[in-house]
């Protein structure tokens, strides 16, 4: 490190880059990107233990020792994929769910049928059309029930016609829907080799890398508000000491 003190080079105000590896699981030389990094905090955890001495009457403290140290990143993210939920959720991810695509498919009736002030499933995601009949007879939609086609819920209004126990029938028509499903709790903690570049205005190489073997956990998942992307965070412990490389300019 070469910079002069008292010049903008010697400032930092820095973006960065993160990358991880699956020590199990994962694709040797490949490394998943953690996407947007909105903040990078590195902690180096010292924990400090006080040194007490006889002084007239009282103790005092003449020095701290270090107890403990960890050494972590702290990453705040914006960027959801496959990956990132998997550490949101702290979950296993199984086998894609596939929604075939269906035109004109029959419903299947509720047991006991559909009453008012209710909501049902019909089972279907990203609903194009339907023709249901309640009792056999059409019904108004918006009036007398409400289909959210998308999520495929069907919710029976109180101020319509449809009587209690009424029987449902009819076709709905959708696209093919593909999921991936997720077992939440089923994986606490991710052994990784990750990859941190840090990045200043002077030039295109990073200027600052971090490298090394770790664990990764979310520790804040975040919370849904309408009025901005969601963030969440997640955390690195360096379980071997890092190596950190400064650009030399």
């Not at 296993?92 to 559909?114: F, K, L, Y």
């Not at 009949?133 to 449809?162: A, C, H, R």
Request: proline share 4%.
């Amino acid at each position: 490190m070469s910079k002069q003190v008292g010049t903008p080079e010697s400032k930092r105000q820095l973006t960065a880059q993160a990358f991880i590896q699956r020590i199990t699981g994962g694709v040797a030389g490949s490394y998943i990107s953690l996407g947007n990094v909105l903040k990078l905090k590195t902690d180096p955890g010292i924990k400090l233990a006080d040194h007490l001495v006889a002084d007239k009457g009282f103790k005092r403290v003449d020095a701290q020792l270090v107890q403990e140290a960890k050494w972590t990143y702290t990453l705040t993210l914006d960027e959801v994929s496959a990956q990132h939920l998997q550490l949101l959720l702290l979950a296993t991810q199984g086998s894609d769910a596939v929604q075939g695509s269906g035109v004109a498919q029959t419903v299947s009736n509720p047991s006991g049928g559909v009453s008012p002030g209710y909501s049902y499933d019909l089972g279907k995601r990203g609903c194009t059309a339907h023709a249901l009949t309640f009792g056999g007879s059409s019904k108004t939609e918006g009036t007398d029930f409400v289909l959210d086609y998308g999520s495929g819920m069907l919710t029976i209004l109180e101020s319509g016609s449809i009587a209690n126990s009424t029987t449902l029938a009819g076709t709905l028509t959708y696209p093919a829907v593909t999921y991936q499903p997720f077992t939440p709790l089923a994986t606490l903690t991710m052994n990784i080799n990750f990859l941190i570049n840090e990045f200043d205005q002077f030039n295109s190489a990073p200027r600052t890398t971090h490298s090394g073997t770790g664990q990764i956990r979310c520790t804040n998942p975040g919370e849904q508000d309408g009025e901005k992307v969601n963030e969440y965070e997640f955390t690195i412990l360096a379980t071997v000491k890092p190596t950190i490389s400064e650009r030399k300019d």
